[in-house]
């Protein structure tokens, strides 16, 4: 029986590019041994996004369309796609051309080897200005630093995943508060590292502020390290140092305590900087536990294109 492939991908306001994107995919795709679907997320694009995807898959059956009711995020998109793709494999990417469509067949190949997780490691991305590369090692050297599971430095949202990786990020990976790449590092399996250089951007620019990749930073490494709440304990255990230096001193010196008005305030304010923090980062914990109580869905599904949906299309049920 012919194995399949479903390709999905992420549309936020991608109206310059997607057409691009579908000649290079599809002339990629019907050279492969197995049959494919282009499955297309579209995240509340505003601009002409949808109206394309719908031509594209009023024309071709293999384009499939989940259209969300607002943006939800990269994130979101990926995982409404695992939602929906109804294949053997699952490999997940851009419209930007950033993620070659080129590179299919060798994470096809790897696929028919046996391997469960094929992770696409960047080598050099020439879109990406000297903060962004700068920023994205300390990234990956502080995550690996506070976290039991090893991320491979350079690795994106450019992965595959077989039928069982698939069917575990469906059912047990739900929460609202998320690291996509980093579960899909983490689920075990036979896994294999493709190295890829990132393609010059077809269009558009990224969707990725400064501010947004700080909280998603956040937000990974509060997914996978509870170290930053231990770091009370340690605060605690400095302090009780400096004040045991501060007593020896003052005992030695018979001075009494060290004065000076800069010295209080300097003291204050280093003890209160170290509270601050730490009640911030606590709050950042409460803040994630408050989302996941909720229980709000993850997506909002308004209409499809070419797919069958069974159950109710206006909501992201946990288990499709």
């Not at 999905?8 to 492969?32: C, K, P, T, W």
């Not at 304990?233 to 009780?240: N, R, S």
Request: glycine share 8%; with cysteine.
């Amino acid at each position: 029986m012919e194995r399949k492939l479903s390709v999905v991908v992420s549309v936020y306001n991608e109206e310059a590019v997607l057409e691009q994107f579908y000649r290079e995919a599809v002339s990629v795709l019907d050279g492969i041994s197995w049959d494919y679907e282009l499955l297309f997320v579209n995240d509340g694009s505003v601009d002409d996004s949808l109206r394309i995807l719908d031509r594209l898959a009023e024309a071709d059956p293999h384009v499939k369309v989940v259209s969300f009711s607002r943006n939800f995020g990269h994130e979101a998109a990926m995982i409404a796609g695992l939602d929906h793709a109804r294949a053997d494999a699952v490999l997940c990417m851009d419209a930007d051309l950033q993620h070659p469509p080129a590179c299919i067949p060798q994470i096809v190949e790897k696929l028919e080897e046996g391997y469960q997780v094929v992770t696409m490691v960047r080598t050099r991305n020439r879109s990406a200005g000297w903060l962004k590369n700068v920023t994205s090692a300390a990234f990956y050297g502080l995550i690996n630093a506070v976290s039991d599971v090893h991320f491979e430095p350079n690795a994106s949202d450019f992965f595959a995943v077989g039928e069982k990786a698939a069917a575990v990020l469906r059912k047990n990976y739900r929460e609202k508060i998320r690291f996509l790449r980093g579960y899909v590092q983490s689920l075990g399996f036979r896994r294999a590292d493709i190295e890829y250089e990132a393609g010059v951007r077809a269009a558009g620019k990224s969707k990725y502020s400064i501010g947004r990749l700080f909280r998603f930073s956040i937000n990974a490494i509060v997914c996978f390290s509870n170290l930053p709440l231990k770091l009370g304990i340690y605060a605690g255990m400095g302090a009780a140092a400096l004040g045991a230096v501060v007593l020896i001193y003052t005992l030695l010196t018979r001075k009494g305590a060290p004065s000076g008005y800069a010295t209080i305030v300097v003291l204050i304010c280093f003890m209160f900087a170290i509270l601050f923090v730490l009640v911030g980062i606590i709050g950042e914990y409460i803040s994630i536990l408050f989302t996941e109580m909720k229980d709000r869905p993850i997506y909002i599904v308004e209409d499809t294109r070419n797919i069958d949906v069974t159950g109710d299309p206006g909501c992201a049920a946990k288990e499709p």
